[in-house]
């Protein structure tokens, strides 16, 4: 089991930028697939990103381009930089750890979550 904690949500403009880390205890992250999910208000839990752990990426069509995740196995963190961000892009975002080989779109696949951290982008 790992226990992840999210940070660096907050309040930007549209065309902004912020970067979220979510810092992993317990077994080391890098025995991990972890991902990257959000939650609007009203809407389902939506895969962002995944990366594996051999470092492969992968994106949902709506962040391709704009977002970038990364991950830092000697400081148990993985980042999701977000670019060029959009009203749309305002959720609650998650940060997800899964065992396997790569990163999966459900979110019934992965079996440890933080707690979010909110993204508020406005106009």
């Known amino acids: 089991q790992v226990q992840l904690v999210e940070s660096g949500g907050g309040l930007v403009q549209a065309g902004g930028s912020l970067r979220l880390s979510c810092a992993a205890s317990g077994r080391t992250s890098s025995s991990y697939v972890m991902g990257w999910f959000r939650q609007a208000p009203g809407k389902e839990r939506e895969f962002v990103a995944g990366i594996s752990r051999s470092g492969g990426t992968f994106y949902a069509d709506s962040v391709k381009g704009r977002f970038a995740i990364s991950r830092d196995n000697a400081k148990n963190t993985v980042y999701l930089q977000m670019n060029s961000l959009k009203v749309e892009d305002t959720a609650d975002y998650y940060c997800?750890?899964?065992?396997?080989?790569?990163?999966?779109?459900?979110?019934?696949?992965?079996?440890?979550w933080g707690q979010g951290t909110r993204v508020t982008v406005s106009s």
């Open positions: 997800a750890a899964r065992t396997g080989i790569l990163p999966m779109r459900g979110q019934y696949e992965y079996t440890d």
